[in-house]
């Protein structure tokens, strides 16, 4: 309970700042598509969330401190119950990125596979900047995320197909991995260099 605490404070903090961004952004750079602007506030919403949720480090915590583990499945011999609930929220966490990709800037510019590598590589980033905070850098963390992201995908085409309707919205004007690499930037600054100031 005390960690949703710590995340939902995290986001709200980090939103007075990306919120605005985001929609000056989305108001010159995109089109002016509602519905488009509110997918990507709440995508925006969703990383502070999962950067919280991860402890990416900060400016002011930021120490190197590396602790790897590069076997898959070992820790589940120390505490398979504690093991098992933390790898199911790992893939709870990127669940939502197999769905936001898709749906902002289409399943045609997003297929699986694209998804998927994106989902590897947030990943990859994640775990290498756990090597400056006293958190593990694991190998299975990054296979659930992926598997996340994989069951976030197939979940949207599932809602789709039941649903007979297809759920992506209007491309962007610019293209989607400027967009993306905009948004990413702007999130990570502020959670680096603002966030530990004021909250």
Request: one cysteine or more.
């Amino acid at each position: 309970m005390y960690r949703i605490v710590f995340i939902l404070l995290d986001v709200i903090v980090v939103a007075i700042f990306t919120v605005p961004l985001g929609l000056i952004f989305q108001h010159f750079f995109t089109e002016r598509v509602k519905k488009r602007k509110m997918i990507f506030i709440l995508f925006s919403l969703y990383l502070i969330a999962v950067f919280s949720a991860v402890g990416i480090p900060d400016i002011r915590s930021l120490v190197f401190d590396p602790s790897i583990n590069v076997i898959p499945i070992i820790d589940i011999v120390n505490s398979p119950i504690s093991y098992i609930r933390n790898e199911l929220l790992n893939i709870l966490l990127f669940v939502p990125l197999g769905v936001f990709l898709p749906v902002m800037w289409s399943r045609d510019l997003f297929t699986v596979k694209r998804t998927v590598m994106f989902g590897l590589g947030l990943s990859f980033v994640i775990e290498v900047s756990q090597l400056f905070t006293f958190r593990l850098t694991d190998i299975d963390d990054i296979i659930t995320n992926v598997l996340g992201t994989v069951l976030g995908y197939y979940l949207l085409l599932c809602c789709e197909k039941h649903c007979n309707t297809k759920l992506d919205i209007v491309d962007g004007k610019i293209s989607a991995g400027l967009e993306l690499f905009v948004l990413f930037s702007y999130t990570i600054l502020i959670m680096f260099f603002v966030k530990p100031y004021i909250r």
